[in-house]
């Protein structure tokens, strides 16, 4: 229990961490944004097709088909009709979205989605640690630009650098509230972690090609393309190590 609470900070302080990134003025460089983007976009994307669909279809059978188009449909829906399409690029642009309704509705969507980042982390790692792991790194590597973004958002709406850090720290905190949730349920049972991996996997499906991928087409950066691959590789690799190295 420790140990997933644990992982469940790190990925939380790193969410705040964006977020103080960005009250300090500390200036965050565009390519290396992308780098990471990319990057996570490539690792999500394996971990989607080549873990959590495959473990959720053996845990629950053909209905985890429907709790991943369930988990894809609802970010969509969520983003789109509630919320606004986020990206995590352009929102560092004053412009782009500077009404506190706008950011409010942003923040509420990163809500759902960090709690659900915590969920399955715990979720994972109780039911088998290195599937648990991976799934924190996948989280890991996107969690430092979403602090940045909703830190920004906060900004650009005219908010309170208070204000912005709170809505980061929430965010973070979310993730967290997602590993306790795990916690209270008196057993973790297959059929609970396949609905997670499934609904995981649709919402890692959604950020993965319809977030961060649209990012990484309009860059004109030729080498962001080689490190979606290097993502994809990097999950192959970091799955192949921790089956065969990781005491489950």
Do not use: C
């Not at 944004?33 to 690792?43: K, M, N, P, V």
């Not at 980061?168 to 590993?179: H, L, Q, R």
């Not at 649709?202 to 860059?219: H, R, T």
């Amino acid at each position: 229990m420790l140990r997933i609470v644990f992982f469940g900070l790190v990925a939380a302080l790193a969410e705040i961490f964006g977020g103080i990134l960005i009250i300090k003025r500390k200036e965050w460089p565009r390519k290396v944004q992308e780098y990471l983007i990319a990057l996570s976009a490539g690792f999500l994307l394996a971990l989607v097709f080549l873990k959590l669909i495959p473990e959720s279809l053996d845990l629950l059978g053909p209905i985890a088909s429907v709790y991943v188009l369930l988990g894809f449909a609802v970010l969509h829906l969520f983003e789109h009709t509630l919320v606004g399409h986020l990206h995590f690029g352009e929102e560092i642009h004053s412009d782009v979205m500077i009404s506190r309704a706008a950011s409010l509705s942003a923040f509420s969507g990163l809500v759902v989605h960090a709690f659900f980042d915590g969920f399955s982390i715990a979720a994972g790692m109780t039911y088998d640690f290195s599937i648990g792991l991976l799934l924190f790194i996948a989280i890991l590597l996107h969690k430092l630009p979403e602090g940045l973004t909703m830190a920004t958002l906060m900004l650009a709406a005219r908010q309170s650098r208070r204000n912005a850090i709170l809505a980061s720290s929430a965010i973070g905190a979310a993730t967290m509230i997602g590993i306790f949730v795990v916690f209270l349920l008196n057993q973790v049972s297959a059929q609970i972690v396949g609905i997670a991996f499934a609904l995981s996997g649709g919402i890692a499906a959604y950020v993965g090609a319809s977030d961060l991928i649209p990012e990484i087409n309009k860059s004109g950066n030729r080498v962001t393309p080689i490190l979606v691959l290097g993502g994809m590789m990097l999950f192959y690799l970091g799955d192949f190590f921790f089956s065969v190295n990781v005491v489950r």
